[in-house]
């Protein structure tokens, strides 16, 4: 319907969104660059979802098209909230601590109606900073205030918490139909990234075809970044795929899982079955 109707903005980029939830990143990039080419040049929402599938098409790593993509984005709306968190991330990845600061403290006030979001970013702020050599005691002691409700009393000084302990537990196992596509020394790759949020993974588990079947956890000691961990987030995606070159990044041939979004935390098991190929 759409390819007969190539001006429907609106219903172009749903079609973008629903391929970005489907898991269908290169459709949605060319769901995206139809828009761009056809009138929606001028919405950064379609530059930075360009961005975000761009990313998940490799590997999760947000790339250098991505960041160009991203500061259009930002051109347009500079206020845009989930540009400025993945423009955050890319810097940081890429160890531009000053800039990746500079993008969080943007961020930071623009999540005032959001309390969990917000504590993120200031936990992000006082990760760079931290990381920079700066002194963060007075950030610390404004934001304990700030969640205390009172300018002082008996929790002032309390710290601001995540979720404690948190842990996603579940099982993997290789279907028998794709089998005999992976070898016994293949890398599996298990890993969870946010289900709102930027595309870095937030904990990764490295094994071997030949572990399978096996239940695993995982948890913040498997963080990429002290940053962006388990704990802060409520809800994320985890999946996985067999690398039959070792790299993290999905390349045609690999076998993956179908995604599962649980609640970080849940006492439920995340049951993973890798049962298709990376076209």
């Known amino acids: 319907k759409l390819k007969n109707d190539p001006t429907n903005l609106d219903q172009w980029y749903m079609l973008g969104k629903s391929y970005q939830f489907l898991q269908r990143y290169e459709d949605a990039i060319a769901t995206y660059e139809h828009l761009l080419k056809n009138g ?22 947000l790339t250098q098209r991505s960041k160009d993509l991203l500061d259009k984005a930002l ?7 989930k540009a400025l968190w993945l423009a955050g991330t890319a ?13 969080w403290l943007r961020l930071e006030p623009l ?19 931290s990381a920079l050599g700066m002194d963060i005691t007075a950030d610390q002691r404004r934001w304990e205030m700030a969640q205390s409700g009172s300018g002082g009393g008996d929790d002032a000084s309390a710290t601001p918490t995540t979720a404690a302990g948190a842990s996603i537990q579940g099982r993997i196992q290789l279907d028998a139909a794709v089998a005999k596509r992976a070898q016994a020394d293949d890398t599996v790759f298990i890993f969870a990234r946010a289900a709102e949020g930027p595309p870095m993974p937030l904990a990764v588990l490295r094994k071997r075809v030949k572990d399978l079947p096996m239940d695993f956890v995982l948890d913040d000691s498997m963080a990429m970044s002290p940053a962006m961990r388990l704990s802060s987030f409520p809800r994320v995606i985890v999946t996985a795929r067999v ?23 849940s006492k439920r098991a995340v049951q993973l079955v890798i049962n298709s190929v990376v076209p």
Do not use: C
């Open 40 to 61: 929606g040049d001028q919405n950064p929402d379609v530059y930075t979802n360009l961005a975000d599938a761009v990313a998940m098409a490799s590997g999760r790593v």
């Open 75 to 81: 051109q347009l709306d500079p206020k845009h909230t």
């Open 111 to 129: 999540f005032a109606d959001k309390p969990q979001e917000q504590e993120q970013i200031r936990g992000n702020i006082l990760e760079t900073k």
């Open 243 to 265: 690398s039959k070159s070792g790299n993290a990044t999905a390349q045609s041939g690999d076998l993956q899982a179908t995604a599962a979004t649980v609640d970080v935390g």
């Open 91 to 103: 810097a940081y990845q890429d160890k531009e601590l000053k800039k990746a600061l500079g993008y």
